[in-house]
T-cell receptor, first 117, second 115 residues
Framework: AQKITQTQPGMFVQEKEAVTLDCTYD???????LFWYKQPSSGEMIFLIY??????QNATEGRYSLNFQKARKSANLVISASQLGDSAMYFC??????????????FGTGTRLQVTL | ETGVTQTPRHLVMGMTNKKSLKCEQH?????MYWYKQSAKKPLELMFV???????ENNSVPSRFSPECPNSSHLFLHLHTLQPEDSALYLC??????????????FGQGTRLTVV
């Protein structure tokens, strides 16, 4: 069974608008971490934001915020005030198990975001 | 500038060739990883090294042979590959044992084409 599901293969958003990229996950482990990465055409995976399973508040990093709904097992990425440079592939990933172990990540299939003028 | 450097960035090799991919990190991390990214598929974890010791081999065919001589360097030796092995190979590192959001830092990848 797929552990990370990203149902949006592609999304369009106008510059300066906000956009939500969906991610649902599946795990029976009570301790896990959720990550979002951005992959521009250069290929590098750029870390954006992290949410721990025990974190009480939604994570925020600048224009990025993570809408964490634990009961629904969703961890949507919200990008506010989109910029042309935000055009890229976005991957949701999960690490299961206790922190302090190697960061073995399970990735979703990604969402390609295109920011338009 | 990325803290994880991969060379070469692009590689074309025949099915009978032997080549190696190199990954280097100067972030002081103790865990290093190889991932494979094929078109329209999620990233697949291939190998995990902790403190130079291989801790995970995710059922990877033996034509892929990793080597981790020290905590800063990771190699992926390739021989007798198949066209379906063509993909982007990403190296990553992370600080073992550091709690919280211990994200993995990725290199820019090697785009491998097997002909």
């Amino acid at each position: 069974a797929q552990k990370i599901t990203q149902t949006q293969p592609g999304m369009f958003v106008q510059e300066k608008e906000a956009v939500t990229l969906d991610c649902t996950y599946d795990t029976s482990d009570p301790s896990y971490g959720l990550f979002w990465y951005k992959q521009p055409s250069s290929g590098e995976m750029i870390f954006l934001i992290y949410q721990g399973s025990y974190d009480q508040q939604n994570a925020t990093e600048g224009r990025y915020s993570l809408n964490f709904q634990k009961a629904r097992k969703s961890a949507n990425l919200v990008i506010s005030a989109s910029q042309l440079g935000d055009s890229a592939m976005y991957f949701c990933a999960m690490r299961e198990g206790e922190t302090g172990t190697a960061s073995k990540l399970t990735f979703g299939t990604g969402t390609r975001l295109q920011v338009t003028l | 500038e990325t803290g994880v450097t991969q060379t070469p960035r692009h590689l074309v090799m025949g099915m009978t060739n032997k080549k190696s991919l190199k990954c280097e990190q100067h972030l002081g991390h103790n865990a290093m990883y190889w991932y494979k990214q094929s078109a329209k598929k999620p990233l697949e974890l291939m190998f995990v090294y902790n403190f130079k010791e291989q801790t995970e081999n995710n059922s990877v065919p033996s034509r892929f042979s990793p080597e981790c001589p020290n905590s800063s360097h990771l190699f992926l030796h390739l021989h007798t590959l198949q066209p379906e092995d063509s993909a982007l190979y990403l190296c990553a590192s992370s600080p073992q044992g550091a709690g919280g959001g211990t994200e993995a830092f990725f290199g820019q990848g090697t785009r491998l084409t097997v002909v």
